[in-house]
């Protein structure tokens, strides 16, 4: 993997892990015909579809209507590593599309790339669930 700031943006490439956490998140079920590549700024994975065209996606909810083109930034040195951050994820504990707070704050907590597997995975079938009543909520 590979990680650091380019520009404003903190993105993780997975490269050689790809195609493994790919499954772990269920990406290719939720956006059938893409692949996972990466993560951008914490929030958003990088995805890429056929043709080698690459797009952002929110990690939760994680819907294809929410993709967005995306270019990588260039940097002729690679990424800036950041030790503070390195090998960690910044997690909304309680996710943006249920109401979390994005502010930086009690919501927000660092955990590892396996945390953010079963977290994701977690709150994408949570949002599944709450969008189709079967949690007892009306259907939105």
């Given at each position: 993997?590979?990680?650091?700031w380019y520009g404003d943006d903190y993105l993780i490439l997975f490269e050689e892990r790809a195609a493994a956490l790919d499954r772990a998140y269920g990406l290719s079920?939720?956006?059938?015909?893409?692949?996972?590549?990466?993560?951008?700024?914490?929030?958003?994975?990088i995805v890429e579809d056929?043709?080698?065209?690459?797009?952002?996606?929110?990690?939760?909810?994680?819907?294809?209507?929410?993709?967005a083109p995306f270019t990588a930034p260039k940097r002729p040195t690679g990424p800036e590593?950041?030790?503070?951050?390195?090998?960690?994820?910044k997690w909304y504990i309680t996710p943006i599309a249920f109401g979390g707070d994005p502010k930086l704050g009690d919501n927000v907590t660092w955990?590892?790339?396996e945390q953010h597997t079963a977290?994701?995975?977690?709150?994408?079938k949570k949002y599944h669930d709450v969008k189709e009543g079967r949690?007892?909520?009306?259907a939105a």
């Open positions: 993997m590979t990680e650091g079920t939720a956006l059938p015909g893409y692949r996972l590549v990466g993560l951008r700024s914490w929030d958003d994975f056929s043709t080698g065209a690459r797009f952002t996606v929110p990690t939760v909810p994680l819907l294809q209507e929410h993709l590593p950041d030790a503070k951050v390195r090998g960690r994820i955990i590892t790339l977290l994701v995975t977690w709150w994408n949690d007892g909520t009306p």
